[in-house]
């Protein structure tokens, strides 16, 4: 297919129509089949203008929900943030000082750059990627079989702490599988031998908190409130003498999490 610039398309068509009405046919090309070269040229610049306007519409379907933004996206998120205990004022759909105050206090404390705007990785960690909801999504590659076995390991897990200590969880375990000394899959990191007591005292056959599903999404989704820990424990109960000589690097609820 031939690309044409614009003003290119324009000032060939506009010269072709003034010789066209002039008359002045190159090479004494006869009427009709010069007709017909005008529809395909004027088809070809159809085409063309389609596909510029298909890319521009492409980029602002994914414009960023920031100050001054309006619409049910931003709805959506301070609706989501109301209902994780964060203040962005009426659920309005006007993003205004309380939403960005709102979403600066949310990136903190998820461990995202604070700079108040809704972003790709903001919405995966509100639980709102793919344009909304809280259950879509691909989760990155991982199935919904690996939210649901992540889930039940968080659970178990965290079971009575707060809601960002549960991601905060399910960071660890998304941190191993990236980390050289773990296995590389979900499922590697969460059955390695002796990784999580409750896979022995039967803590994971308990039934599964309705938070833990989403924190597992979270996690998924790139949500890391610890900052990049691979480990975590309760201090208050853990007798590892060898986990104690690990560096922390967050606490969250019961938990030290560190490297």
Not at 119 to 131: E, I
Request: aromatic share 10%.
């Amino acid at each position: 297919m031939v690309w044409l610039s614009c003003d290119s398309q324009a000032y060939f068509c506009l010269s072709i129509i003034e010789l066209f009405v002039k008359g002045c046919v190159p090479m004494k090309i006869e009427k009709k089949k010069f007709l017909i070269f005008i529809w395909r040229v004027g088809l070809i610049i159809l085409v063309n203008l389609m596909i510029i306007a298909m890319l521009l519409n492409s980029g602002g379907a994914h414009a960023l929900s920031k100050y001054g933004s309006t619409g049910s996206e931003v709805t959506q998120i301070q609706q989501r943030l109301q209902e994780l205990g964060y203040d962005p004022g009426a659920a309005d759909g006007i993003y205004g000082t309380r939403t960005k105050n709102a979403i600066i206090c949310f990136q903190r404390d998820y461990g995202l750059s604070d700079d108040g705007i809704a972003g790709p990785k903001t919405l995966a960690a509100l639980g709102l990627t793919g344009g909304g909801g809280s259950g879509g999504g691909s989760y990155g590659g991982f199935s919904e079989s690996d939210v649901q076995l992540l889930a039940k390991i968080i659970s178990a897990e965290s079971r009575g702490e707060p809601y960002q200590g549960q991601v905060a969880v399910g960071a660890v375990i998304m941190n191993r599988i990236a980390h050289p000394s773990f296995p590389n899959t979900l499922s590697g990191v969460i059955y390695q031998e002796g990784a999580f007591s409750c896979l022995y005292d039967g803590g994971i056959n308990a039934p599964v908190a309705d938070s833990a599903y989403q924190a597992a999404r979270e996690a998924i989704n790139g949500s890391d409130p610890t900052g990049g820990a691979i480990y975590y424990y309760n201090p208050a109960k853990t007798t590892n003498k060898w986990i104690w000589s690990r560096q922390v690097i967050a606490v969250i609820g019961a938990h030290n999490f560190a490297i």
